[in-house]
């Protein structure tokens, strides 16, 4: 397995993808490349036998697929997310400092860890709305040049920071932008110059800042990859990788990436929407089927949830759990929670085993610590709207949440194959518990 180019090239999606806006836009330019036609929610539908279609919702969320036939058995999905958590930009972002120093106001998406946002090149990606002859319309924005950066208060001005200090997000976290001139709204005037239009034509901003410092590997073998937003662009990407490589014979494969999975998923491009749930019925529904039709394929579907997991931790060895230690490199992370924060029981627990046993793909198990409470996902969230066989799973990874996470350089070649098998496999329902496995 060639890893380098694996991670070259993951890499490089990651890079260009500094918001949610831009991975969707890079992953639909990716389907464009390989034939896939984009369809509009707002258009009415035609779709063929063997038809390979995408779908995007807000432009931060996008759902893939390819139609194998039209008596087909039932949907094989692997769900990621596009976001990470960031700080957006407020609106009227301008504070002036002692008629000296222009920062910005920003207030936190998601539950980042604070910290490393510090002294470090930051810049500002995301979407401006413009307005037009007849309504609106979208321009998205990414200036690539180091642009802001929040600096540290100095130690001679803070003596116990090394002891652990509480981030004031109000405070602490705002970028310091430039020097305070006689011309105002100098950020505007920039987001403008960006997005190729007058100032007064820009009617609402999603601005966000982002980490400038690019993905590499280390390590002595380069066993290892850096980079931000490898929760969850990672799995996003290996996803992808495996649905372009997918040959689905009796299925429909459905590549989905929500948005917002980091602010509890409950928007209308979120796990807890209709966005899946439309999508199969418009699929359903164009191939003749009926309403029944649709129940028995869910019966006989699987659905991944691919966010990633945590490694051991070479600093913190025991804050993982006794038995179920994943390390990055050893595989994909399966994830178990009793009170179903993970999606996995021993149903899909087994047949997710048995995919990654077809692909040849390592994987490893995760659970908390009895005494720790974890994280959550959108497994659990889009039951609620499609309801199936789940899995939760995801790529071990250190530093969860920072703007520049670790993870292994060998496990995104592992999901990118599993997803492979996945894509191309049906899992057919014969009773209840019991399953059919077509590779
Ligand atoms: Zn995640």
């Known amino acids: 397995m060639n890893y380098d180019a694996v991670n070259n090239e993951l890499l ?69 997310h596009s976001d990470s958590p960031l700080f957006k930009i407020k609106t009227n972002a301008e504070i002036t400092i002692d008629k000296q120093y222009v920062k910005l106001n920003v207030e936190k998406y998601g539950g980042m860890l604070c910290a490393p946002w510090l002294d470090r090149p930051l810049s500002v990606a995301g979407r401006v709305l413009v307005e037009t ?14 642009l802001l950066i929040i600096p540290n208060l100095a130690i001679h001005m803070n003596r116990e920071v090394n002891d652990g200090y509480k981030f004031n997000a109000q405070v602490d976290m705002l970028p310091l932008f430039c020097e305070a001139g006689e011309e105002k709204n100098q950020f505007l ?18 601005l966000f800042l982002y980490n400038r410092m690019k993905g590499t590997t280390l390590g002595l073998n380069k066993e290892f990859i850096a980079c931000g937003r490898l929760d969850d662009l990672q799995c996003a990407f290996a996803s992808l990788k495996g649905f372009l490589a997918a040959e689905p014979k009796n299925s429909v494969a459905v590549h989905i990436v929500y948005d917002n999975e980091e602010v509890g998923s409950g928007t209308k491009q979120g796990a807890a929407s209709t966005f899946l749930k439309d999508v199969l019925h418009r699929i359903n529904s164009a191939m003749g089927r009926s309403e029944e039709d649709y129940l028995r ?27 179920n230690r994943p390390y990055m490199n050893k595989g994909i992370v399966i994830k178990y929670s009793a009170n179903q924060k993970y999606t996995t029981d021993a149903v899909s627990g087994a047949i997710f085993r048995q995919i990654c046993k077809k692909a040849e793909a390592p994987y ?26 789940t899995v939760d799973i995801g790529l071990p990874q250190l530093a969860m949440h920072s703007p520049y996470e670790t993870a292994g350089a060998k496990d995104t070649a592992a999901l990118i194959e599993a997803a492979r098998v996945l894509f191309s496999s049906s899992v057919e329902g014969v009773g209840d518990g019991n399953y059919t496995l077509k590779f």
């Open 364 to 389: 490893q198990t995760f659970t908390n610590r009895s005494d720790m409470l974890g994280g959550s996902t959108l497994g659990n969230i889009s039951q609620a709207q499609v309801a199936l066989n």
């Open 133 to 146: 002859e007849n309504g609106v319309a979208t321009k998205l924005i990414n200036i690539d040049r180091d």
């Open 12 to 80: 490089q999606f990651i890079d260009r993808s500094p918001v949610d806006f831009y991975a969707v836009a890079n992953m639909k330019e990716m389907l464009l490349e390989a034939g896939y036609t984009q369809l509009f929610e707002g258009n009415a539908w035609t779709l063929e036998e063997k038809g390979r279609y995408f779908v995007t919702r807000n432009d931060s969320a996008i759902i893939a697929f390819q139609i194998p036939k039209k008596d087909f058995t039932g949907f094989q999905m692997m769900a990621s």
């Open 297 to 323: 394929a869910l019966a006989s579907s699987f659905l991944v949830s691919a966010d990633n997991a945590h490694a051991v931790h070479p600093n913190h060895p025991e804050k993982a759990d006794p038995t």
């Open 189 to 206: 005037k920039l987001i403008a110059q960006e997005a190729g239009c007058k100032e007064s034509e820009i009617l609402d901003t999603d």
